[in-house]
């Protein structure tokens, strides 16, 4: 199989192209979407996980566009969970009252730190910086499920990203389910 999409498949008479979108980033891997009168395919490389092992793999599915039954596609928003949180939350005050104390000076500090009064304000800052990390990250992932036959179901995570959300906008509008 060739990373192009349009290499790899025979359109049939009668078939355009109606969209081809190559650049979609999916979660560890890359996809190409291409949507045509009659089927819409869907090719993926990346690494996958056969046999216990993780392998390079390519992939290609066609789905007939008649036999769509559902389409959907949502974002899903993951915070870390409680004890993550709460560990970035403990971080973050340990971090302020460090800061505090090395400013008022009720910390001693070895003269042999280079940049002294530089870099210690700098490691309560790295500190700061983590423990907001830790407190307010929250990863997002857009998913699109296509139901199609009778129980051909068909998962794809893409990274939100406004090119993979207009490209599943796009799909969403074209693709009418039965």
Do not use: H
Not at 154 to 170: G, H, P, Q
């Amino acid at each position: 199989m060739k990373n192009n999409i349009l290499k790899n498949i025979d359109l049939d008479s009668g078939e355009k192209i109606y969209k081809d979108f190559r650049k979609l980033n999916a979660k560890g891997y890359t996809c190409q979407i291409l949507l045509t009168t009659k089927r819409l395919i869907i090719f993926s490389r990346g690494f996958g996980i056969g046999r216990g092992k993780k392998t390079k793999q390519k992939r290609m599915n066609e789905i007939d566009i008649n036999s769509i039954r559902r389409l959907e596609y949502y974002i899903e928003y993951l915070k870390n969970n409680i004890w993550v949180r709460l560990i970035g939350f403990i971080l973050l005050v340990i971090a302020i009252a460090a800061g505090y104390f090395i400013y008022m000076g009720k910390v001693a500090i070895p003269a042999s730190i280079p940049f002294q009064p530089y870099s210690k304000y700098g490691a309560v800052a790295l500190l700061v910086f983590i423990g907001i990390l830790m407190l307010f990250k929250i990863r997002k992932t857009l998913y699109l499920n296509i139901t199609s036959g009778a129980s051909d179901k068909t998962v794809l995570k893409f990274d939100v990203r406004k090119y993979n959300e207009l490209a599943i906008r796009y799909l969403a509008s074209r693709i009418r389910p039965q």
